[in-house]
């Protein structure tokens, strides 16, 4: 990837990786046992400054550009997909906030959130509500003069953890986002119990009864919710899951490289089998266009391009369909070891299945890409 970076770039992300490694490299298989992530780890990427990377500089973060974020979360997920996706999920919060929020809002939360003082959780799914989130049933009504909400969210990523909740809800027809504290007496959240993949992720059911929200707690404008800023937030989500699918797709290799090397079978070393060079290539093609499209789908937002939405639903929908093809490919090639569960290829098996939903389901992508390639190719693009 050294080729598509600026030599700063390839510094950030060499250090990044290094240090996340020397500090986490070993404990993606014991957070998945326990279900969650330490405090310690929550507080390293603090003082990492990671959950604030991306915000703007007058909210106190770091102003990261696209690519480095990108970078950023690539490093993250070669440790593992829960540690990202808990960065990911903050920043989703954060940055529709940063963009939609009042004055008052942003002096009052901000900090916080910039600073990762606070941990943030946005919570649109409903059991009935995923991909079609027109249907969900949370309300945000008003009741003795005070607005209430009431409705229960489902597979909330770290609601087990987070401080500060994004909600997504209907007032009087018209969809509503607005911010609620875990210390509101009408909140509550339990695990979601054992899952496929993101298991250390703290998966969580979000209750809200009768929880009192202050007008001012209220982001956005009714109708704001689903026309503007689910799809702003999604957005950051699906760059930052197409990056750390990367990452993913990358330890991955790795580690098949490693024990193609070291492995011997029928007499041969195993790099020597044919079949086995020809998983190694799709493998090893894949990734280097995976590369090609999350640095060009970074550099089209750092750009400020036209096509800066179609080129990250292009890389989210291409990385994490091959990163789930080559995670089986590489527990194939593993054989026994691949199977174990505290090992990599496993937990990337796992893993990578949960990608291809998070942020919009491949299917929900293809709908999406397809007109758009269509209408490229009907103006003469390639």
Known sequence: MRHLLTAEETQYHTDLVERAGAAWGTGAADWDRRGGL?????RWCADEGLFGAALPAEFGGGGATAVRTGLMYEALGRVSASLASLVNVHGMAAQTLAKWGTEQQWASVMPGL????????????ESGAGSD???????????????????????????QLADTFLVLAQREGRSV????????PGLTTTSMGDVLGLRAAALARVELRDCVVPAEDVVGRDGFGLSILVPHALEHGRHAVAWMALG????????VLDFVHERRSFGRDLVDHGQIQSMLTRMGTDLEAAKLLCVAASRAVDDRAPDASARILTAKYFVCRVLEEHAAQAVQILGSRGVLED???ARHYRDAKILNII???????????APIFLRTRSQGGL
């Open 248 to 255: 993913m797709l990358g330890s991955a290799f790795s580690a």
């Open 133 to 159: 989130l027109s249907a969900i049933e949370t309300e945000l009504s008003e009741s003795d003069g005070r607005l209430v909400l009431n409705g229960t969210k489902v597979f909330i990523t770290f609601g």
């Open 343 to 345: 090992g990599v290829a």
């Open 38 to 42: 330490p405090a310690d780890v929550v």
């Open 114 to 125: 910039a600073a990762g003082k606070r941990v943030a959780a946005i919570c649109m799914t």
């Open 177 to 184: 986002t607005c911010l609620v504290d875990r210390d509101n």
């Open 359 to 369: 942020e919009g389901t491949t299917q929900i992508i293809e709908r999406m890409l």
